[in-house]
């Protein structure tokens, strides 16, 4: 198979790598997810130096919401009845 049949192919093998993915993780087979994980292809990202702030913020009020919508539907720290 040639590079510009690999290229064109790449999208469905990615598609197929996340059903694997997620078949292995829904029948907790760690061992092949570690498999899927070793052969994946690496890819580069560039991120602004603001990134890790914003990803720390995010799960910061993500927590923050989870508390608080905790505490009104009675399922918190409040003593029941």
């Not at 290229?7 to 790598?17: I, P």
């Not at 990134?51 to 993500?62: C, D, L, M, P, S």
């Not at 923050?64 to 905790?70: D, F, G, I, L, S």
Request: proline share 2%.
């Amino acid at each position: 198979m040639g590079t510009k049949a690999l290229a064109r192919g790449r999208g469905r093998m990615a598609a197929e790598r996340f059903r694997l993915i997620t078949a292995a993780m829904a029948r907790g087979d760690e061992v092949e997810l570690v498999r899927l994980r070793a052969t994946a292809r690496p890819v580069a990202a560039a991120v602004t130096d603001q990134f890790g702030y914003t990803v720390a913020f995010a799960e910061v009020a993500r927590d923050n919401w989870a508390t608080r919508r905790r505490s009104c539907s009675g399922h918190g720290s409040r003593p029941t009845r």
